[in-house]
């Protein structure tokens, strides 16, 4: 199966700071997503991104399939856009490998 | 819309009693869905896609007598943890992608705690 290797796995920083989180993969993939999982557990879906670029308020999101990594972007981080970040990759029909995560604090 | 629920939310049992966990996909149709398990500060793992009026299939390493999984409906499926025991605590989700499309929606897990 696929590996997924998400980066950094630790990051710390201010409010109002800007952040990039990237996910590599191992092989081809026709559905990429990215989550934010909430402190109760709750997988939020950020984006469905298995190509292109796509813009949802202060985040983003860039895969380029044909180099096999996806980045997410958040812009003036909030302290509520603490929690940890997985990304994950499937064949299509298939269920999703997961990365590892990062785990993002942003102090106030 | 793309809502998926679980029931229940959280559940303590003895350990050797069975526990049955529910995956509902509220406003759309899932001829298939996925569990996962997720130990404390860890990603999470496929255990088994599981596929309305069909076996399920497990990943390796996964026990299917032990993980027993029933897609009954369209909106229904089930996974029964049978003989439980400390090792199997853990926090279980599953996620169905809408008929036809690849994007997967995530239930909001169930919290199992063997004593």
């Known amino acids: 199966g696929i590996q997924v290797e998400q980066s950094p796995p630790d990051l710390i920083l201010q409010e109002g700071a800007n952040s990039t989180l990237r996910c590599n993969f191992s092989?081809?993939?026709?559905?990429l997503q990215w989550f934010h999982q909430n402190p109760w557990g709750q997988l939020i879906n950020l984006f469905y991104i298995p190509s292109g670029t796509k813009q949802n308020g202060r985040l983003s999101a860039t895969t380029v399939a044909t180099e096999r990594y996806s980045l997410l972007y958040i812009s003036s981080s909030q302290t509520t856009d603490s929690g940890v970040y997985f990304c994950?990759?499937?064949?299509?029909?298939?269920?999703?490998?997961f990365g590892k995560g990062t785990h993002l604090i942003i102090q106030p | 819309g793309a809502v998926v629920s679980q029931h229940p939310s959280r559940v303590i049992c003895k350990s050797g009693t069975s526990v049955k966990i529910e995956c509902r996909s509220l406003d759309f149709q899932a001829t298939t869905m996925f569990w996962y398990r997720q130990f404390p500060k860890q990603s999470l793992m496929l255990m088994a896609t599981s596929n309305e009026g069909s076996k399920a299939t497990y990943e390796q390493g996964v026990e299917k007598d032990k993980f027993l999984i029933n897609h009954a409906s369209l909106t229904l499926s089930t996974l029964t943890v049978t003989s439980a025991h400390p090792e199997d605590s853990s926090f279980y989700i599953c996620?169905?992608?809408?008929?036809?499309?690849?994007?997967?929606?995530f239930g909001p897990g169930t919290r199992l705690t063997v004593t």
């Open positions: 092989d081809s993939v026709n559905n």
């Open positions: 994950a990759g499937g064949g299509g029909a298939d269920g999703l490998t």
């Open positions: 996620s169905a992608p809408q008929t036809g499309r690849h994007e997967q929606y």
